[in-house]
């Protein structure tokens, strides 16, 4: 009855919000800013704080998480609409890479640099998710990431801030595809605000210290891209930031979010993280924790149950002006209007759409080709990639070979327990050779103990063979949320297999299946073709064979430095020179260096290898002498002088080398994709103003400074062709 009232009038969005608003109770506006996880169940158990169903009833939720399929979910907004004011649920979920069919994890996706791609990816998770009642996903996670021991660095775009930045931008609008109000749009959350990848040690929920100007400069510009792309929602972190935990951070989400940025989406917390400010030493109880989570702009509560239970009596007690509760309870009922929730809550509830969108073939296929594209060919000695289909005997060794659910990765639980639909490293290299090779398989030893009874059986194989890959790497559950490990070394006794199956002299390739870089130096020092394949998803079998035989010309490039051993850690490209810069890996005579490691990366930021050669022609610049309002146009001409077709990811990297800060010695600042026919050559141009040079300085204000700056091109961080500049303001 109420619902017509403000549905039918000619109003904006924001006046009918404020006309739902004047009608509710101030426990009902208390109600939108709670959230739930599903344990729902007609028949199920009775929760903590009775029967959840009544709350709904009762008009105490605003949001659930974790109810998927279309019956489920129209159950529960059947009975939100029981409720006085008939306010819809919100169903969020964490699709991060798949719905039904799973894409490769999130940092491998940004191993393409492939940004239509990752786009599209998004976007077929969106369609078949909000096809299953599922309104918005807790994604995508925009955490730079410098310390592979966090397990979470799965999930997001790696360590560079231009890249994430793109990465994000990318992901957002595939999620929200044209539009919130689309039934195949979910509203995307950026995750987690803030600085959550930055946690000290690399150990998951730790506290973060950094200052001002590195959280504005590096680890903020992908939420600020996430925000300019339209993101709906914005979830804050576990995290403490500099000592004030980030879900009541007000210099987070009111100075910054919801001021500077002007971010008109709504806050959802992570997961109990308003409760826990208690343990933080925060807060002193939960009243006190609602009252500093809701002050400092955390718009709804995720499970902690502090908003339910205090901030009724926090808003009485004058502790909570009613102003902060109508602004969080306006910002949720908005994104309900812009989801037409209110014109018809059963929009995502459609049995036809939902069952069309299960095992949609398109989808299916294009797993495959993100998993070809993420994959990151890290040697290939002698061209000993790609493989002949005619090989005789192919050895596949190693605990992943026949590995089913460890190819999906963490973060995929949406997909239900019909492994079947996965296609696994044996079955896509059998798909691909038929009856043209003959397979043999021995799993050598397990992912993670020291059992080396499979050995000899493994040995046995690869000496009937003419070529062994040998598949190995750390298992789903090793890497994710809580998956902070201190040892990124292959685990178990994994590159002892290798080594004992490289004494047979056969030739070896090995794959790496991870979620993180892992350290293998051994194997990267004396195999001679390596593969890091991460966890690829439903199709990463045959994907993987695509590669290995040359259907498929790997392009991916790493979004992350690969460490020497975990003491070099954290090690990431755009790092300072600082005062005595060791010249070179060899020189450490008191100079920033370690007396017993290299200072570079086993792998650079920005590396990985094609079955085909790139050349790169000296830079040409339009200018070496410009004005604030000149465009520097950089290029280079890259040839492909190798045997076969292929991609390659241009990068261009610009080193202030002067500053009132000190500055990195290089930065990403643009890239490009590229397909070259074998003995093409293309110019590929960058231009570059000083939007480009910007920085925050001591004060954070952020303009570019006048001076000198290197610019360089490559293909990785590393290997760059260099150019100097002179910019006058
Ligand atoms: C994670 C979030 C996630 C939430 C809901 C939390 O533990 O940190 O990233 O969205 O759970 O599943």
Redesign the pocket.
């Known amino acids: 009855m109420v619902q017509v009232l403000f549905c039918t009038a000619q109003k904006t969005i924001d006046q009918k919000v404020d006309s739902v608003l004047k009608l509710m109770t101030l426990d009902e506006k208390i109600g939108q800013m709670n959230q739930y996880?599903g344990d729902f169940d007609a028949t199920g158990p009775i929760t903590q704080d009775g029967d959840k169903q009544n709350q709904i009833r009762a008009g105490k939720l605003g949001s659930v998480?974790?109810v998927t399929g279309v019956a489920h979910t129209r159950t529960l907004q059947e009975i939100a609409m029981q409720s006085r004011m008939k306010i819809p649920l919100l169903f969020?979920?964490?699709i991060i890479h798949g719905y039904r069919t799973i894409f490769p994890l999130p940092l491998a996706e940004a191993a393409s640099w492939d940004l239509p791609a990752i786009g599209k990816s998004a976007r077929i998770a969106a369609t078949e998710a909000s096809a299953a009642g599922i309104h918005w996903t807790?994604?995508p996670?925009v955490d730079i990431a410098r310390d592979p021991r966090w397990g979470?660095v799965m999930?997001g775009a790696g360590e560079d801030t231009y890249l994430g930045s793109r990465i994000a931008t990318a992901r957002v609008k595939g999620f929200q595809g044209s539009g919130l109000g689309n039934t195949d749009a979910v509203m995307a959350?950026a995750?987690?605000f803030a600085a959550?990848g930055a946690a000290v040690g690399g150990r998951d929920y730790n506290s973060v210290d950094m200052s001002l100007r590195q959280l504005n400069e590096v680890y903020l510009p992908p939420f600020k891209a996430a925000v300019d792309a339209g993101a709906a929602t914005i979830?804050n972190?576990?995290n403490d930031l500099n000592g004030t935990p980030a879900t009541g951070n007000k210099y987070l989400q009111r100075d910054i979010l919801k001021g500077q940025w002007k971010f008109k989406g709504f806050v959802v917390s992570?997961?109990?993280s308003v409760g826990e400010m208690i343990n933080h030493g925060y807060a002193k109880d939960n009243y006190e924790a609602a009252m500093l989570a809701a002050n400092a702009g955390s718009d709804m509560d995720?499970?902690s149950r502090s908003y339910i239970r205090n901030l009724a009596k926090l808003v009485n007690d004058g502790k909570v002006e009613l102003s902060v509760i109508d602004e969080a309870v306006k910002r949720i009922l908005k994104k309900k209007f812009e989801m037409g929730l209110f014109k018809d809550p059963y929009r995502f509830c459609d049995e036809a759409r939902e069952k069309q969108q299960w095992d949609n073939t398109d989808n299916i296929n294009f797993s495959r080709e993100i998993a070809k594209k993420s994959i990151v060919l890290l040697k290939n000695e002698k061209q000993l990639l790609p493989l002949s289909r005619q090989q005789k005997n192919i050895a596949l060794v190693g605990p992943f070979v026949k590995a089913v659910r460890d190819n999906l990765g963490f973060w995929s639980y949406t997909w239900p327990d019909d492994t079947a639909r996965i296609v696994t490293l044996w079955q896509g290299i059998q798909n691909k050779v038929g009856s043209n090779a003959n397979l043999l398989y021995a799993k050598g030893c397990n992912i993670n103990d020291s059992l080396k009874n499979g050995f000899d059986e493994a040995v046995a194989v690869a000496k009937q063979s003419d070529i062994v890959i040998l598949s190995v790497g750390e298992a789903s559950n090793m890497t994710g949320?809580?998956k902070s490990r201190s040892n990124l070394h292959l685990p178990g006794v994994q590159e002892e297999l290798i080594k004992t199956i490289a004494q047979t002299g056969k030739p070896i390739i090995v794959l790496i299946s991870a979620g993180r870089p892992l350290v293998f130096n051994w194997t990267a020092d004396n195999v001679p073709a390596i593969v890091y394949t991460w966890w690829l998803g439903t199709q990463a079998g045959n994907a993987i064979a695509d590669v290995l035989f040359g259907d498929y010309n790997p392009a991916g490039k790493l979004p992350i430095s690969f460490p020497r051993t975990e003491g070099q850690i954290p090690v990431y490209y755009n790092h300072y020179n600082t005062g005595r810069p060791a010249k070179n890996d060899k020189d450490v005579n008191y100079v920033s260096a370690y007396t017993d490691l290299l200072n570079s990366p086993k792998y650079c930021f920005g590396y990985g290898l094609s079955y085909t050669k790139f050349d790169y022609s000296a830079i040409s610049l339009n200018k070496t002498t410009l004005n604030a309002a000149d465009k520097l146009e950089a290029s280079v001409t890259v040839s492909n002088t190798g045997d076969y077709d292929g991609e390659e990811v241009v990068q261009l990297y610009v080193r202030d080398m002067v500053g009132s800060v000190v500055r990195p010695i290089k930065e990403l600042k643009g890239f490009q994709k590229i397909w070259l026919k074998k003995g093409e050559s293309r110019e590929v141009k960058f231009t570059i103003t000083v939007n480009d040079l910007k920085f925050f300085d001591d004060a954070l204000k952020y303009d570019w400074e006048a001076g000198e700056f290197e610019i360089m091109i490559g293909g990785n961080s590393q290997d760059v062709k260099r150019g100097k500049v002179v910019w006058n303001k």
């Open positions: 996880n998480l974790n969020g979920q964490d807790f994604a996670m979470r999930e959350c995750k987690h959550y979830m972190s576990f992570d997961w109990g995720m499970e949320e809580a």
